[in-house]
Each structure stands twice: as C-alpha cells, then as structure tokens.
C-alpha cells in the first residue's frame, strides 16, 4: 500500500533519485522520455494499478526544471489513484507532463511522439487532457495508440470534460454547505470563485443559477471579462480576496493556495474548489482547516467529475451516464464528512484513509486469484 507521506516533504531535487522520490509516495512506475526530433521531454507516472489500469492527464507546462516537473507528475498521479479510489471506479492513477510551452513549442509531430511513448506502455497507462492540452492533441495522440480518452465527440470520445469537472465541484459544494450550514441550498451564499478557466466558468453557472452571490478572481484579464459578460460577479483582486468576508471559497486555478497565509486570513466556512493539490502540506494545513473550523472538502473527491467522465469513454461514451454518475460525489462528500466529524481528524485524512482502504481490499481480491 502508497506510503501516505506528505506529498509537499517528497520534492525530487539534485540529492534524491527518482527511485527515492517513488518509495516516499508508493509508485509504482515512472518514465522518462525524449525525442530529439520533436523536442519531446516528458515524463509518466503511474502511481497505483492495483484497481484498474491508470488513467490520468497530459499536463504540458513550461516547467523551471525537470526535477520540478517530476515532483508535479508525483503528486499529481497519486492524486489520481485517490480519485478513481474513492469515486468507485476500476481504475489506477496515472499523470504525464510535457516539459515545454503549449503555446509555442506544441506540435502535431510532438503530440503524436508522445503517442507512440504512451503506446509502448502496452495499455497500463491512459491518457487524457489537462492544462495545455486539448482535444484535437487527443486526437493526435489517438493516431499513434489507443490508450487515450478525451477525444472530441465525432470520434465517439466525451469533449470537453470541463462541464462534467464543475458539476461534480458544485454537487461537492453543496454537501459541504448541508454539512456546514444544515442545508445544501446555495442561495445568498457568499463564494469567491479562484480561478476562471474552463471549470471555474461552468462553476459560477451553476452558482448563478442558485443565486448565489459570487466573487471571481483570475490573472487572465479575458477570463474575467468573459464571465463578467455572462454572469452576475463582483472581481476582486488577488492582494485583498482573502480578506473578504465570504462563506465558501472554491480555488480553481493552480493548487498549494491553501497555506499558513491564506488561511489565518480566510473568513469563511467552507473551501470547496476544483484546484488539484490545494492544501500546502496536508497534515499542516489540513490540520489548520480543522483547528480554525472551516470545513475543506478534499480536492481529489470533489473534482473527480472530470476522470469520472473520461472513464466513460472506456464503456461507449454517454454523456447523460457521465453526468449521473458524479452525482455519487455528493453522497461520498457526505461519507468523508461523517467520518471526519466523529474522529474529530481532518476531511483529508479522512479521504484519504476511504480510498487507500479500498484500494488495499480491491488489491486483496485480486492476488487471491
């Protein structure tokens, strides 16, 4: 079983190897590739397959150096095995980054290289999209293996996961209000919104339709503009959001916003984002959450909506099964809750504990055969 060391204490530098850094989080494998044609510098890992085979995104990143990019795919690929884990799907978990700028150095020669890397993993990891990469790089990949999901919805794949990914947010959302506050209603609840991409976007779409009262905050000035445009929000900058007075905050943007700063600020009840790796340190900061007495919904439960809809596509992709099917985010926010509560431990503990036990039991079953 994944040792379950904080994954901010296990950063891959000049002084650990990689072996090192797999043994601290329980990997499994994790490989590098190049190709000098195409510029490719990538790297997969494949953190647990005791459920299934791994599945997880392509991240392409123009990372400061490799042992940065390697200290990403580490957390991120463990971060996968929880999802699938805990959501209740046959999978393992798996990330990839791509060491470059997706704006300038991404091509179709590039995309498909990585393709036939992907391939020669024989199916025990499968790929998908994340920040950089999109659907029609899916479809460059899929020429080279068939270990992918995330194809557009004419090659009979899913498309744009990010609507699926906002409601699994939005339903975590509102188990955490009805933990918090006795009902799941979002109506005249105050929310801070971090984070306007994609997810962010359908994120405050569903708020508006509730009638929440919304604050939104990105760096990209399109973003903003975009939703303001559609919705109701009041922009608040990144020097004073903390300090808002708010109920619910929900980071969707990059993680690690949750540290010992932003949360001596905070004035709110509950965080509940889309952002993956949110808290700094786990036992630091999901110990803090605990001691200041804002209920943190785990990052990994809540916005599952966008592996649980790639999953699909493994099946015959339908997008009304899709959508079902996160709905049990609502009910396993509730579980986690529970458990949390009666143990007096942190909501991520308590997640975490969920999804490594039912990795151990799946595991069992299968050696036993």
């Not at 393709?115 to 993993?121: A, M, T």
Request: proline share 2%.
């Amino acid at each position: 079983m994944p040792n379950t060391q904080e994954l901010t204490s296990v950063k891959a530098d000049a002084k650990s190897s990689v072996i090192e850094s797999m043994q601290a989080l329980g990997h499994e494998q994790v490989v590098h590739f190049y190709d000098q044609a195409t510029g490719l510098k990538a790297i997969i890992a494949i953190h647990n397959t005791q459920l299934g085979p791994a599945l997880g995104g392509t991240r392409m990143w123009a990372y400061n150096s490799e042992a940065e990019a390697l200290t990403d795919v580490l957390r991120l690929s463990r971060g996968m095995s929880y999802k699938a884990a805990i959501t209740g799907l046959n999978l393992g978990g798996g990330k990839a980054v791509i060491i470059g700028d997706a704006k300038t150095q991404k091509s179709e020669a590039l995309m498909r290289r990585f393709g036939k890397f992907v391939d020669g993993l024989a199916g025990r990891y499968i790929t998908a999209e994340d920040v950089g990469v999109g659907t029609k790089d899916m479809e460059y990949i899929a020429m080279e293996t068939k270990h992918v999901t995330g194809l557009p919805e004419f090659l009979g794949g899913g498309g744009d996961p990010s609507p699926v990914t906002a409601y699994g947010v939005y339903l975590g959302m509102k188990s955490s209000a009805k933990e918090a506050y006795g009902n799941d209603s979002l109506e005249g609840k105050k929310i801070l919104v971090q984070g306007i991409g994609k997810v962010g976007h359908h994120l405050v779409g569903y708020l508006a339709k509730e009638n929440a009262i919304i604050y939104v905050n990105d760096i990209n000035e399109d973003n903003l503009k975009a939703v303001s445009s559609e919705y109701k929000v009041q922009v608040v900058d990144s020097a004073s959001m903390f300090d808002l007075d708010i109920d619910i905050y929900a980071p969707c943007a990059l993680g690690a916003t949750l540290n010992n700063d932003s949360l001596n600020r905070l004035r709110c009840s509950v965080i509940a984002g889309a952002a993956n790796n949110q808290l700094a340190d786990e036992t630091i900061h999901g110990g803090l959450c605990l001691q200041k007495g804002i209920l943190y919904a785990p990052d990994f439960l809540i916005n599952a909506g966008g592996l649980i809809n790639v999953s699909i596509e493994l099946e015959g992709y339908n997008r009304d099964r899709a959508m079902s099917a996160t709905e049990n985010i609502y009910a396993a926010a509730q579980n986690v809750f529970r458990i949390a509560k009666a143990e007096n431990i942190p909501t991520i503990n308590a997640a975490k504990r969920l999804a490594e036990r039912r990795m151990e039991d799946i595991g069992r079953i299968k050696l036993s055969f």
